[in-house]
Every structure is written in structure tokens, then in C-alpha cells.
């Protein structure tokens, strides 16, 4: 049972970067699924979630109108395209899913498990 994400890199300013996260052992239909991240020093923060029970997504602050999150059922992966990147993105990302089924109760992280190693995104001004 793992999650793995990939897609994290270096990149400059106002580019753009594709995240993914694949699970194995589990399912992700039926759960609220997020991404989070942890910059140096800072504590971790949720990002975006993908909750196909009700089609919605939700996404903090600060990256609202940059940032989209899907989610395939299929292919039981979880995607994060990131645009106009800025160096303030910098972190670890991770993704994670909801403990309990059909419920979405935000971005705590005391929700989720089966969290992922997480995949390093570096910008650069």
C-alpha cells in the first residue's frame, strides 16, 4: 500500500510543472485526495483536493487561479498542474488521501493517510 508521486524538478519563474501521484494497494474512488506541501522551515500546508463524489475541488489561497487538480479513477492517479509558477512554490510536495469514506472535511492533515514520499519542486526568479 503506497502512494508515489512524481513530476517535481527545478523550474523557473512563471513556468509551469505537472505533478502525479499513482496509488497501489488501494483505491482512491470515493475519497477526498489531496496534495500538500512543506516549504523549508514552514509547516506542511494543503494545497488542492479532489473529491469525485460531488465533482468538487478545492484549493488554498494561494494558488487558486495557477493551480488544477484532477483525478483519474482509472488509472487511480491524482495530477497537479502548476502554472506561473513562483519561487514562493518552492517545497516538498505530497500527496495523501482521506481517512473515511465519502467525506470531505478539509485540509488537515490529521484527515489523510497513505501519504507519499513526495517529490521536491525548486523555482527559481
Known amino acids: 500500500v503506497q502512494s508515489v508521486e512524481s513530476g517535481g524538478c527545478s523550474a523557473q519563474a512563471g513556468g509551469s510543472l505537472r505533478l502525479s501521484c499513482s496509488a497501489s494497494g488501494y483505491t482512491y474512488s470515493g475519497y477526498a485526495v489531496s496534495w500538500f506541501r512543506q516549504a523549508p522551515g514552514k509547516e506542511r500546508e494543503g494545497v488542492a483536493a479532489s473529491y469525485t463524489v460531488t465533482g468538487s475541488t478545492e484549493y488554498a489561497d494561494s494558488v487558486k487561479g495557477r493551480f488544477t487538480v484532477s483525478q483519474n479513477d482509472d488509472e487511480n492517479t491524482l495530477y497537479l498542474q502548476m502554472n506561473s509558477l513562483k519561487p514562493e512554490d518552492t517545497a516538498i510536495y505530497y500527496c495523501?488521501?482521506?481517512?473515511?469514506?465519502?467525506?470531505?472535511?478539509?485540509?488537515?492533515?490529521?484527515?489523510?493517510?497513505?501519504w507519499g514520499p513526495g517529490t521536491q519542486v525548486t523555482v527559481s526568479s
Open positions: 495523501a488521501q482521506e481517512r473515511v469514506l465519502r467525506v470531505w472535511r478539509g485540509f488537515d492533515s490529521r484527515w489523510y493517510h497513505n
